[in-house]
C-alpha cells in the first residue's frame, strides 16, 4: 500500500511539471507525463501459431479528388474514417470539423502541405471549415463544405494514422509492432508486447515537458530513437504501433481527477479478455483504458481504476 501510494503521488507529481494546458482546444499547448512492472506475461499460452494482422490501413490526401483552389479539401475517404485539407495563405490557418454540439480546430499549414485527421464522432452530418487568421487571435471562414458521413465501421477512425498519430509502412514503430507481434498468438498478446516494449524503453521527458510549445506534434519513431518523452508522445506511439497491427485505439486528452491535470492516454478495443500484464486485466468487445505514461512511471491498474477519475475530453 506504501508503494502504490508513494506511485501516486510520483505521478501526480509528473504531471504537475508537464500536464497543463488550456481546455478546449483540439491542438494541446503543453502535455504531460522507471520502473517496469516487475513481471508479465502474455495472456494466453503461446500456441505457436503467431498473431496474422490485419493488411496495413492507410490514409492519404488525394489531390485529384479535391476541390482545386486556395484550399482543397479531400473527402474521397470519409467512409475510411478520415478527412484530408490543403490550403495555402498568407495568414496563419485553421481547420474545423463540426458535427452536431461538436467541434474540433486543427491547426494547420498555410504554405499547402496536407493534413490528415480522423472523424472521430461517426456517422452522420459533418461540416468542414478552414479558417484565416485576420487580427491578432480573430479568424474568418474562408472556406466550408458540408459532407455526409457512413463509416465502415466504426473502427475505421481508430486503425489509420493522421497527423496526430502518423506513421506508414516504413516507420520504425510499424517494424517494432510487427516484431514484437511475431512472438504473439492474439490480439492481446501484441498488447501486452507493445506495453512492455514502451513501458521498459521510453522515459517521462522532464524537460521537455517544461518546455514543449504551442502547436507540437508528436513523431513516434523520434520518440523511439530518443527514448524520451512526454504524455503525447507516449499516447502517440502506442496508437501508432498498435493501430498498425490492426488493433483499434484511440488517443484521447482530457484531464485526471483530483487536481484537473491535462494528460493524453489511450483506449484499445478488443474481441478478447484477459491479462495484459500481472497488474493490468481488461475486458472484451470494449474500450479498455491504457495509460502508458503511468505505467511506465511505476503504477498498475489500481491508479486508472473503474476510470472514474478520467474525464475524456478529444479523441485522436
Known sequence: MKYKAFCAAFLVLCLLTGCVAQAGEATPKTTPDSELPESTTPTAAFTGKPYQAPELLTSAFHGKKAA???????????????VAV?????????????KDDQTYTYDISSKGEPSVFPLQ????????????????TKYAQMYTQD?????????????????????????????????LAKSCGTALDVVGAVYDYICDAVTYDRQKAQSVKSGYMP????????GKGICFDYAALAAAML???????R???????PDDL??????FYTEESGWVTVDYKVSKDHWNRLDLTFSANGADDSFIGDGGNYADVYIY
Request: with cysteine; glycine share 6%.
Open 147 to 179: 459532407a455526409q458521413v457512413k463509416l465502415k465501421d466504426e473502427f475505421q477512425p481508430f486503425l489509420r494514422p493522421s497527423d496526430y498519430v502518423p506513421y506508414d509502412k516504413d516507420s520504425k514503430c510499424v517494424k517494432k509492432a510487427a516484431e
Open 262 to 267: 491535462y494528460h493524453a492516454w489511450n483506449m
Open 121 to 136: 464522432c461517426g456517422d452522420g452530418s459533418y461540416t468542414f471549415r478552414v479558417m484565416e487568421n485576420v487580427v491578432e
Open 219 to 226: 513523431d513516434p519513431d523520434e520518440t523511439m530513437s530518443s
Open 243 to 249: 493501430r498498425s497491427q490492426g488493433i483499434p485505439t
Open 68 to 82: 482545386e483552389g486556395e484550399v482543397e479539401l479531400d473527402v474521397s475517404a470519409v467512409s475510411e474514417g478520415y
Open 86 to 98: 490543403s490550403a495555402a495563405s498568407g495568414s496563419r490557418l485553421k481547420f474545423q470539423v463540426l
Open 251 to 257: 488517443m484521447i486528452f482530457g484531464y485526471v481527477s
